[in-house]
């Protein structure tokens, strides 16, 4: 299984940006799928954007859509989540996860086989 590690998180004012990196080991990244989700406390880890192998294919969560940004770079084996217009509700632990396959993308949880430690995102009003 590929080892991920999140990093980016931290204090924004709602309106503001921030970019959420994934690194992965191995030598197979291309082959993954790869998600983004987060959990608030005391909420379940809910969906928020997928991208496919060749990052040709995404998926968002309605929530996030026209505001957050999945893109992932094969050759430095890290997928990205740009967040803008970030919003009090947006406030989570975000995870990364990934999967070895051929299809396109996920949006369950679980259908990810390896996860990140996941990075605090908190957006102040």
């Known amino acids: 299984q590929v080892q991920l590690a999140e990093s980016g998180g931290g204090l924004v004012q709602a309106g503001g940006s921030l970019r959420l990196s994934c690194a992965a080991s191995g030598r197979t990244f291309s082959t993954y799928a790869l998600g983004w989700f987060r959990q608030a406390p005391g909420n379940e880890r809910e969906f928020v954007a997928a991208?496919?192998?060749?990052?040709?294919?995404?998926s968002y969560a309605d929530s996030v859509k026209g505001r957050f940004t999945i893109s992932r770079d094969n050759a430095k084996n890290t997928v990205y989540l740009q967040m803008n217009s970030l919003k009090p509700e947006d406030t989570a632990v975000y995870y990364c996860?990934?999967?070895?396959?051929?299809?396109?993308?996920?949006?369950?949880?679980?259908?990810?086989?390896?996860w990140g430690q996941g990075t605090q995102v908190t957006v102040s009003s």
């Open positions: 996860a990934a999967r070895d396959t051929y299809n396109n993308y996920y949006r369950a949880s679980g259908q990810y086989s390896s």
């Open positions: 991208i496919s192998r060749s990052g040709g294919l995404t």
